[in-house]
């Protein structure tokens, strides 16, 4: 068994990484592409390497000689192949150079902008079928070639984009771009083929075409091997180069990496997020149906302004306009209204980092919490405000981690003693509506808001409402000359279509959000009775849908992030180093459905139990 890679690409996309280097050296995690590939192909026993090189061919020739001998090439032998017309063919051509080679031997044929697991190879040579294309399940980050397959995974067909058709990709499978071809396949079939085609159309063309007709001619020709699709990523610019460098990357530097990302997840379909916070019992699917059908008028339309937006969230919240303001996000109304604060902001802590962050022109006064379960009242928040002159009260309620909630009453009597004090309350009620029903309430309220001027109430709609992507988040309060200097502050576009659309249909599921966060509020108190019987586990009380833990064994929080996200797949929020929790032993867990919590909590019972 031979290989046979191609890499006489020029990798344009790539941009300065391509500039003094081909493709294949692109760099992923301090390693090149070509040496992860010379090195699974040593470690699965291949003797023979054939690499077709063109752009820069010196340059790569030196490299793999100045990285490789034969004491680590294991007995590999490795020849070159020169396209010197590399910039005016593509890689139908490039193979078409290798064609003799490709008939000497059983051949592993594989692209050289790839970064694979050597468990990829091994598959391929333990297989007994001898003509074998590597595919995987189509997911949503993938582009390219598909093909599909029937039931003993021959490919009955090949797709190009031409052809491809969104609505069917329960049914493809993505081509990785790694083959198996016995040198009798490629004598009598591929290679004749390929000159053909070649002849007829051209030297600029994609060898998979050549695959595409002998598919059609024939469906036992070649077959499909199904691979994971988090086994492999192909790199053709500098964002495909960051997703890889957090797939393949290890241990703690694969946490940091993922969290540097701040979202973006559904890049990774086979991670289970148990970091960010969302609704998942919200938005129902008819709501999603209703979107989807809308989809091309929004997204070929204009938004419209702050006005309408104002319009729109008023009607949600039965709120006078001039009373609200959307944002894209609450991340965007916290910033705003970081511009706009001066003076003195008492936090309790531990809090959402975003707030004091973006408070640049405030002295953070913090409001010691109860070191047992970081518990606070408002009459705690009082002291600190007559005693260090506070201009500026910041509670999130539920507090972001703890979990900690304060009672309407308590709230509003604290509301009413800062009113005569001059002092304002920043009220962030984002996962109050996920309090048990008994105790849940809002401040997003005209009679409320009207009572105390000195009352501003910010909801993220992308946590509550389970809609992150759209970016919605709502700032109100009474005095309607300080929502226009936000309106102001903000862009004239900061909503997109998608969004306003959102906005505007919300009234209709109005009933099933209540139903929603009803669930959330069960599945809470189920999860948390569940958690509470682990050993080495414990679990602070929440009326969020979160909740904080503390880790009382031997377990560390970071060695437990890690070990979560590597063997299981399963990203939590390591606490370590945020104020408050500068011992490595505190972790957030995101409240998902059932079925998701319990694997959550059999996994944990695994590890912490050092099985």
């Given at each position: ?158 797709l190009d984009k031409a052809h491809f058709n969104w609505f069917e990709t329960e049914d493809y499978y993505k081509t990785v771009n ?434």
């Amino acid at each position: 068994m031979q290989a046979l890679m191609l890499a006489a690409g020029m990798g344009k996309r790539l941009g300065r990484y391509t500039k003094n280097a081909t493709k294949c050296m692109v760099p992923v995690n301090g390693k090149t592409l070509i040496e992860y590939a010379i090195e699974a192909l040593v470690k699965n026993g291949i003797k023979k390497m054939v690499i077709v090189v063109g752009y820069k061919s010196d340059v790569l020739i030196d490299f793999i000689n100045s990285k490789f001998n034969k004491k680590n090439l294991n007995g590999m032998e490795i020849e070159f192949i020169e396209n010197k017309v590399y910039d005016k063919t593509n890689n139908i051509y490039s193979l078409y150079m290798a064609r003799e080679a490709l008939c000497q031997d059983d051949t592993i044929l594989l692209e050289s902008d790839l970064i694979f697991k050597p468990e990829i190879i091994t598959k391929l040579l333990k297989s007994k079928d001898p003509n074998l294309a590597v595919v995987s399940h189509f997911e949503s980050w993938m582009d390219g070639t598909c093909t599909l397959l029937d039931e003993e995974n021959h490919i009955t067909g090949i797709l190009d984009k031409a052809h491809f058709n969104w609505f069917e990709t329960e049914d493809y499978y993505k081509t990785v771009n790694i083959y198996k071809f016995s040198k009798e396949f490629s004598k009598d079939y591929y290679v004749p083929f390929l000159e053909a085609y070649q002849k007829s159309f051209g030297k600029n063309e994609y060898y998979e075409q050549v695959l595409k007709v002998l598919s059609f001619l024939s469906s036992s020709t070649l077959k499909g091997l199904p691979v994971p699709g988090d086994d492999w990523y192909e790199i053709d610019d500098p964002a495909d180069l960051a997703i890889a460098e957090t797939r393949f990357s290890k241990g703690k530097d694969k946490l940091k990496l993922l969290q540097k990302t701040y979202g973006g997840y559904w890049r990774y379909p086979q991670l289970k997020d148990y970091c960010y916070l969302v609704n998942p019992y919200f938005p129902p699917q008819k709501m999603v149906d209703e979107l989807e059908a809308n989809i091309k008028t929004l997204l070929t339309q204009y938004p419209s302004g702050a006005a309408q937006m104002s319009l729109l969230a008023g009607k949600i919240f039965n709120l006078l306009p001039e009373h609200i303001v959307v944002g894209n996000g609450a991340a965007e109304l916290i910033s705003s209204l970081g511009d706009k604060l001066t003076g003195k902001v008492a936090v309790p802590y531990p809090t959402f980092n975003e707030y004091p962050e973006r408070f640049a022109n405030c002295q953070i006064v913090p409001v010691k919490t109860n070191p047992k379960d970081f518990s606070y009242t408002a009459k705690d928040i009082l002291e600190v405000v007559k005693k260090e002159g506070v201009n500026t009260v910041l509670l999130i309620n539920p507090d972001n981690p703890s979990g900690n909630f304060l009672q309407k009453k308590e709230v509003l009597s604290l509301l009413k003693e800062l009113q005569p004090l001059n002092v304002k309350l920043v009220f962030d009620e984002s996962f109050i509506d996920f309090a048990d029903k008994d105790i849940r309430y809002t401040l997003l309220n005209e009679e409320i808001l009207n009572e105390y001027d000195n009352l501003i109430v910010v909801k993220s709609i992308s946590k509550s409402y389970g809609v992150p992507g759209l970016r919605l988040g709502v700032l109100a309060s009474s005095n309607s000359d300080y929502i226009n200097l936000i309106k102001k502050t903000n862009a004239i576009w900061n909503i997109n279509s998608f969004g306003e659309y959102y906005l505007q249909i919300y009234e209709k599921y109005s009933k099933t959000y209540a139903s929603a966060c009803d669930s959330i509020a069960e599945e809470r108190a189920r999860f948390i009775k569940e958690l509470s019987k682990i050993k080495g586990l414990k679990v602070y009380p929440s009326q969020a849908n979160f909740l904080l833990c503390r880790l009382t064994g031997n377990m560390t929080s970071d060695k437990l992030a890690v070990t979560l996200l590597e063997k299981c797949n399963i990203f939590i929020k390591d606490l370590t180093g945020k104020k408050c929790f500068e011992e490595p032993k505190y972790i957030r867990l995101a409240i998902r459905d059932k079925e998701d919590n319990d694997i959550l909590i059999e996994t944990l019972k695994t590890i912490l139990a050092g099985k």
